[in-house]
């Protein structure tokens, strides 16, 4: 008897040899407990049939299959095979989860009513505050690792960060300093020449080309690292691009997420008095830190450290900060003979102030030179008297004197004529006539 593909029916049962519903039975059993990992059988050849013992009534009982009916059999054969790994992994998961939830130590209410806040709010006055995240980011060769390394020493000897915000930390404790750039060398260098006092406080954990010994991702990586931490400790983790890079993740990815997380957790579990997390601005330094979205709204706040102007070692370094209960407005560092680093006024809006003081100094001359004119007949002079002042500048620097008592108006407002006042020397005794 040739090969005959058969689809079986129940009355092919009725008489069959016990071999063959032996292995009928058998193929139930595999269809019923399969995990899918082959498809289930459907269908048998009419080979088959005859070696497990199936007689020529029992498969004239049998309905022949043509292509059609086989492929549709297949295709369900696999349709059942895919549904039931799917209900495998959905059993799998479930698993995990309860598995997991075993785990997980439930947190305890607070009770705001009686809530008692620590005494010092502050890690750093204004900026860090105790137990939050701050982000660093830095436009590339604007001095980010100057600005840790003056955070780092402030916190060590107690000293005020940039000149001006206290930095407190508990009796005893320093700075945990993840650093996955810098060469230790290096790194002993700089700390060296800044004098800090304090430097044995400073745990030095120098990761560069070690950077997976930082996969906070693991709980028993972080169960690790918290036995070396000293609960009170400053942790900063300079930087993210790195660690990220040695952990396969895409700075792009939503998979920073779960390191940042396992960063977070590292800092809470080991009682760290806050988490500083250092990385660097885009290239487009509006649309903030580089990379993916949580990597800057992950912090409590935030310090963008800019260049003003085009990159060079003279540039001014501008550091303006913002966040939860945290608004510090942009000033130009400047670091000191001492390597200390201090913040001075915002760049931008002394810009401003010099252009002021420029247009007052020289209308103020233009009216000297020309007294009696309106803002109108100051603005014809010729270029050559009054220079690149336009009307509204002059409009805006006349405006300014007169609040200042250095010009006045000797005609009326609708036809001003306006003169200056030159300033008296108080030390000159004036003339008397006749005298």
């Known amino acids: 008897m040739g090969r005959l593909p058969v689809r079986g029916r129940r009355s092919a049962d009725v008489g069959a040899p016990v071999g063959t519903q032996a292995r009928r039975q058998g193929r139930a059993r595999d269809n019923a407990f399969g995990t899918g990992s082959k498809p289930p059988t459907l269908f048998v050849a009419g080979d088959k049939a005859v070696t497990a013992g199936a007689t020529d009534s029992q498969l004239a009982a049998l309905t022949p299959l043509d292509t059609d009916a086989l492929r549709a059999l297949q295709l369900q054969a696999a349709g059942i095979a895919a549904d039931v790994r799917n209900q495998v992994a959905e059993v799998a998961r479930k698993l995990a989860v309860e598995r997991s939830a075993a785990d997980v130590q439930i947190v305890g209410r607070v009770n705001l009513a009686e809530y008692e806040p620590e005494s010092t709010r502050w890690v750093v006055a204004d900026l860090l505050a105790r137990g939050a995240a701050l982000g660093v980011f830095a436009e590339r060769k604007a001095g980010k690792t100057t600005v840790v390394e003056e955070l780092v020493h402030a916190a060590l000897d107690?000293?005020?960060?940039l000149g001006k915000y206290p930095v407190t930390l508990p009796e005893g404790c320093g700075v945990v300093l993840f650093d996955t750039e810098m060469p230790t060398a290096t790194l002993h260098t700089h700390y060296r020449q800044r004098g800090v006092v304090n430097l044995d406080r400073l745990d030095l954990r120098p990761l560069r080309g070690r950077e997976r010994a930082l996969d906070v991702r693991s709980d028993a990586v972080r169960a690790r690292w918290c036995d070396e931490i000293e609960p009170g400790s400053l942790m900063v983790v300079d930087c993210l691009y790195t660690l990220f890079g040695a952990l396969g993740v895409s700075e792009n990815s939503d998979e920073v997420v779960e390191i940042l997380a396992g960063l977070r957790a590292l800092a809470t579990e080991a009682d760290a008095a806050a988490l500083v997390l250092v990385h660097h601005l885009g290239k487009d330094t509006e649309r903030g830190a580089r990379g993916h979205s949580s990597i800057e709204g992950f912090?409590?706040?935030?310090?963008?450290?800019?260049?003003?102007?085009?990159?060079?070692?003279?540039?001014?370094?501008?550091?303006?900060?913002?966040?939860?209960?945290?608004?510090?407005?942009?000033?130009?560092?400047?670091?000191?003979?001492?390597?200390?680093?201090?913040?001075?006024?915002?760049?931008?809006?002394?810009?401003?102030?010099?252009?002021?003081?420029?247009?007052?100094?020289?209308?103020w001359s233009l009216i000297e030179a020309h007294p009696g004119l309106s803002v109108r007949g100051l603005s014809t002079l010729p270029i050559e008297a009054r220079?690149?002042?336009?009307?509204?500048?002059?409009?805006?620097?006349?405006?300014?004197?007169?609040?200042?008592?250095?010009?006045?108006?000797?005609?009326t407002p609708a036809a001003p004529e306006w003169h200056a006042i030159t300033p008296l020397d108080p030390f000159e005794l004036p003339s008397i006539e006749g005298a």
């Open 158 to 161: 107690g000293l005020p960060f």
């Open 387 to 411: 220079g690149k002042l336009s009307r509204d500048r002059i409009r805006t620097a006349v405006d300014r004197l007169a609040l200042t008592n250095r010009v006045t108006n000797k005609g």
């Open 299 to 363: 912090p409590d706040a935030i310090v963008n450290i800019e260049l003003d102007g085009p990159p060079a070692s003279d540039t001014p370094r501008v550091l303006r900060a913002f966040g939860r209960d945290v608004e510090i407005e942009p000033g130009v560092l400047t670091l000191g003979d001492d390597h200390r680093l201090t913040i001075g006024g915002n760049p931008r809006v002394e810009r401003v102030a010099a252009g002021h003081r420029a247009d007052d100094n020289a209308t």
